[in-house]
């Protein structure tokens, strides 16, 4: 609900960002990249992740084409503040991401984050449809009337999308050794921290496309 009274509030704002994000759900050049060091090779178990990804994705249906919005890019369950009695979303936070984006990548990745109750790196994921019904529930309360139907599917659609194109990054990370949020008290190393990432990414969207025609019906019910 909070998130739908933000894009309410700044439907009909007139606003030119300074500042913008170039290229950060761009999918096509995640995946293109990861294909080159795919094609380089390494280590074998990285190209092997590369190539499942890779096989993944061919799998995406086809994102509807749907308007640019202002958005807040980053709506991962930590950048939403609570209250309690009752319980109510009082605020967004991290707003330097602010800009202009889709409801595919806007509501898709925050369901990609708030719809999985285990940590990135946990080594194992769900993807809980209790919780995607309650949050579309949510959401639709308030925003339904601003949403088209095809942004509705393109939640879905974007959901399924982010999972990859994470597990993309995270393995041209495992391939480059580079990941500045390593904990090297739970991963021996960087690499190690990258392939718990990107495995379990690629694993969240396979659940999600397991579960794609209930997600559809609940966005468009």
């Not at 061919?58 to 939403?80: E, F, Q, T």
């Amino acid at each position: 609900m909070l998130v739908g009274q933000f894009h309410r509030a700044v439907v009909g704002l007139s606003h030119d960002y300074a500042f913008s994000r170039a290229g950060v759900h761009d999918t096509a050049a995640h995946l293109a990249r990861l294909a080159d060091h795919v094609a380089a090779g390494g280590e074998a178990g990285a190209v092997a992740l590369g190539r499942e990804i890779l096989g993944a994705v061919r799998g995406l249906p086809a994102m509807p084409d749907v308007p640019r919005r202002h958005c807040h890019g980053d709506l991962k369950i930590s950048n939403l503040l609570f209250a309690t009695r009752p319980v109510r979303g009082v605020c967004l936070v991290d707003l330097d991401t602010l800009g202009a984006s889709t409801m595919a990548f806007e509501l898709g990745d925050a369901m990609r984050s708030w719809c999985n109750p285990h940590k990135e790196d946990a080594g194992r994921v769900i993807f809980d449809l209790a919780t995607f019904a309650a949050a579309i529930r949510g959401f639709r309360a308030v925003a339904d009337g601003i949403v088209t139907a095809g942004e509705k599917t393109a939640i879905v659609v974007g959901l399924e999308t982010v999972c990859f194109e994470l597990a993309a990054r995270f393995t041209i990370d495992l391939f480059r050794d580079e990941y500045f949020g390593w904990d090297p008290a739970r991963f021996p190393s960087r690499r190690a921290h990258n392939l718990v990432r990107a495995q379990g990414q690629l694993a969240l969207g396979l659940a999600v496309r397991a579960a794609r025609q209930d997600a559809l019906d609940i966005v468009q019910r």
